[in-house]
C-alpha cells in the first residue's frame, strides 16, 4: 500500500460519513413506502435513493472515486451494456407479433 | 515460479493484475443481476396484477438486514484500512466483524424463507415468489460465497501477512470489492422487492 497513514486516517472519517448517511437514507426510503404514493412516483424515489446509496458505496467503500482509467473504461462498458439490457423489455411493446 | 504482479503494478495499466481481475469479474456480475433485474421488469409490466411487496414480505426483517449488510460493509473497508496501516490485530476484529454480520443476514434469511413455505408460499406460487426467491436466492448464495472467502482471510489465508503484508492487504481489498458488490446488489433489491 502506498497510502500513508495520515490519508488513510481522512479515509476513516470518510467511511463513517457514508456509513451514516447510508442508514439515514435506509430509513428514507422504508418511510417513503409507507405514504403509499402512486406507483410511477414511488418506483422514481425508490430507484433515485438506491442509487444514491449504490453511488456513495461504489464511489467510497469501492474506492471508485480515485480509480485508474482502465477500471473507468471497463465499467463504462459495463454500464452501457446494463443500461441496453434494462431497456430489452421496452422492446416488447413495439412487439407487433401476435397482434 | 512467482506470480507476476501481485504486488507491484503493471507500467501499462497502472494496476496490479488481481485488481483489474477482481473488477472484470464484478462486471460479469452486474450483467448476470442485470438480467434477472430486466426480467424482474418484463414479468411485473407483463403481469395483469402484481403484489405490493410488502403485502407478502417481511419489511422489518429486510430492513433490519439491510443495515447489517451496510454495516458489514463499513467492517469490511475498516478492515482493509487498518491491514494498510499495518494493525494486524485490528484487522482480524474488523474482519471477524464482516463474517458474523454475514451470518447474522443469513439467519435473518433463513427465518424469512422458513415463514413463507410455513404459509405454503413457494416459488411456484406466484410470478412474484419465483422472482422473489431466485433474486434473493441468487444474492444469498453471494452472500456465502463473500465468506468463505473472507473467513479463509481470517484464518488460515492470513498467514501471507507475515512474509508479504502488501500482497495479503491486496487480497483482502479484492475479496472487500465483491463483499461490497454484494451489499451494492442488495441495496437495490431491497426497494425492487420489498416496498414497491
Redesign the interface.
Known amino acids: 500500500?502506498s497510502?500513508h497513514?495520515a490519508d488513510?486516517d481522512k479515509?476513516?472519517r470518510i467511511?463513517?460519513l457514508?456509513?451514516v448517511s447510508?442508514?439515514v437514507l435506509?430509513l428514507v426510503?422504508?418511510a417513503v413506502?409507507y405514504l403509499h404514493l402512486p406507483?410511477p412516483m414511488?418506483?422514481g424515489v425508490?430507484?433515485l435513493?438506491?442509487s444514491i446509496?449504490?453511488t456513495l458505496?461504489?464511489c467510497y467503500?469501492?474506492h471508485l472515486i480515485s480509480e485508474?482509467?482502465?477500471?473507468y473504461t471497463?465499467?463504462g462498458?459495463?454500464?452501457f451494456?446494463?443500461l441496453v439490457?434494462?431497456l430489452?423489455?421496452v422492446f416488447?411493446v413495439a412487439d407487433k407479433v401476435g397482434s | 515460479m512467482e506470480i507476476p504482479y501481485t504486488v507491484s503494478t503493471r507500467q501499462d495499466t497502472g494496476l496490479n493484475n488481481g485488481k483489474i481481475g477482481i473488477w472484470l469479474f464484478l462486471a460479469s456480475e452486474v450483467m448476470l443481476f442485470g438480467a434477472l433485474f430486466a426480467t424482474y421488469i418484463l414479468l411485473r409490466v407483463g403481469a395483469p396484477t402484481w403484489p405490493h411487496g410488502s403485502s407478502i414480505l417481511n419489511v422489518p426483517m429486510a430492513t433490519f438486514n439491510t443495515v447489517v449488510l451496510i454495516t458489514s460493509s463499513v467492517t469490511m473497508v475498516m478492515a482493509w484500512a487498518s491491514l494498510a496501516r499495518r494493525r494486524f490485530g485490528t484487522f482480524r476484529l474488523y474482519q471477524g466483524a464482516t463474517v458474523l454480520l454475514g451470518g447474522v443476514f443469513l439467519v435473518v434469511k433463513y427465518f424469512e424463507y422458513t415463514a413463507k413455505f410455513h404459509h405454503e408460499l413457494f416459488p411456484k406460487t406466484n410470478t412474484f415468489l419465483a422472482i422473489y426467491f431466485t433474486m434473493t436466492g441468487l444474492h444469498m448464495l453471494h452472500v456465502m460465497g463473500g465468506m468463505v472467502v473472507n473467513a479463509w482471510l481470517l484464518g488460515p489465508g492470513s498467514k501471507l501477512y507475515k512474509t508479504n503484508p502488501e500482497w495479503f492487504t491486496n487480497r483482502v481489498e479484492n475479496s472487500g470489492l465483491f463483499w461490497h458488490f454484494v451489499d451494492l446488489v442488495w441495496i437495490f433489491l431491497f426497494p425492487v422487492l420489498y416496498l414497491l
Not at chain 1, 485508474?68 to 477500471?71: A, E, Q, T, W, Y
Open positions: 500500500m497510502d497513514s488513510i479515509h476513516v467511511y463513517i457514508v456509513f447510508l442508514m435506509t426510503t422504508v413506502s406507483l414511488a418506483v425508490a430507484l435513493i438506491a446509496k449504490g458505496v461504489a467503500f469501492m485508474k482509467r482502465l477500471i471497463v465499467l462498458l459495463t454500464v451494456l446494463f439490457l434494462l430489452v423489455p416488447t
